[in-house]
C-alpha cells in the first residue's frame, strides 16, 4: 500500500480518471474480467469509499467538495442542510458548514456546534451580534444568532455531496493526492463481500491509517 503523499503520481494519463481508479481495482481484485464483481458494483464501491474517505478527513483537505450556496435570504427559522446543493445536502452535516458570509454585515459568523449554543441558552446568555455573529446548526437547521434578521443576505459554504462516479463523465471531486486510500477503501468494501476478510482489514487498516496520517498534518 502507498503512503498518501505520494499517490498523485499514480494517476495515469487515461481520459478518465475514474475508468483508470476502475482499472486499478480490478488489478487488486483480480477481476479483469468482471468474473467477481459487475463493473456497476465496483463502481458503486468507489462511489461510496469518495464519500466516507472525504466523511473522515479534516475539511481542510476538502478544499475540491466546498460549494456556495449565495445571495441566500436569512430566515429566522434557519435552513434546512437537506434543502443545500439541489437538495442533495451536505457532506458531513454540521461538521460541513465552512463558512457564512454576512453580505449586509459584510462579516464572516463565527460557527459553533451546537452544544456550546446549549450552554448559552441554558445559562441565560444569548450570544451572538450583528458585530459577533454565530451560525451554528440544530436539528438539521442551519441558524444565525445576530441582533436583525431583516433584509439581510448570506452566503453559505458547505462540502457538497459528490455525485456518483461514472466512466464517461463523473471523476472523483477527491484530490488526486487521497486516491489511493479511495482505492483502499473500496477494495476493502469489495472484499469484505466476497467474505474475504482477512484481506478486507489489510486494504481498511491501510486507508484509515493514511487518513489518520493526512490529519495529523494538518496544521503543522
Given at each position: 500500500m502507498s503512503d498518501w503523499q505520494g499517490i498523485g503520481t499514480l494517476i495515469g494519463s487515461s481520459d478518465s480518471v475514474t475508468s483508470d481508479l476502475l482499472d486499478?481495482?480490478?488489478?487488486r481484485l483480480e477481476d479483469e474480467d468482471n468474473d467477481r464483481f459487475y463493473q456497476d458494483d465496483k463502481l458503486g464501491f468507489l462511489t461510496d469509499a469518495q464519500i466516507e474517505v472525504a466523511s473522515m478527513l479534516h475539511n481542510d483537505l476538502l478544499s475540491e467538495f466546498v460549494r456556495t450556496e449565495s445571495d441566500?435570504?436569512?430566515?429566522e427559522v434557519g435552513h434546512l442542510l437537506t434543502s443545500f446543493d439541489s437538495s442533495k445536502g451536505v457532506l458531513k452535516g454540521a461538521e460541513g458548514i465552512?463558512?457564512?458570509?454576512?453580505?449586509?454585515?459584510?462579516k464572516y459568523a463565527t460557527i459553533k456546534?451546537?452544544?456550546e449554543i446549549k450552554f448559552f441558552k441554558e445559562t441565560g446568555f444569548r450570544?451572538?451580534?450583528d458585530t459577533n455573529p454565530i451560525a451554528y446548526v440544530e436539528s438539521g437547521y442551519l441558524k444565525l444568532l445576530i441582533d436583525t434578521y431583516t433584509d439581510e443576505v448570506i452566503d453559505i459554504f458547505h462540502l457538497q455531496i459528490p455525485d456518483d462516479l461514472t466512466i464517461d463523465s463523473v471523476d472523483p471531486i477527491l484530490n488526486k493526492a487521497f486516491?489511493?486510500?479511495?482505492?483502499?477503501?473500496a477494495e476493502a468494501k469489495a472484499w469484505k463481500?466476497?467474505?474475504?476478510?482477512?484481506?478486507?482489514k489489510t486494504a481498511?487498516?491501510?486507508a484509515i491509517n493514511q487518513i489518520n496520517l493526512a490529519n495529523q498534518r494538518v496544521g503543522e
Open positions: 486499478k481495482l480490478n488489478l441566500v435570504d436569512l430566515l465552512v463558512n457564512v458570509y454576512l453580505q449586509e454585515l459584510d456546534p451546537f452544544k450570544g451572538g451580534s486516491h489511493g486510500i479511495l482505492l483502499d477503501w463481500i466476497d467474505h474475504k476478510n482477512d484481506r478486507a481498511m487498516d491501510s
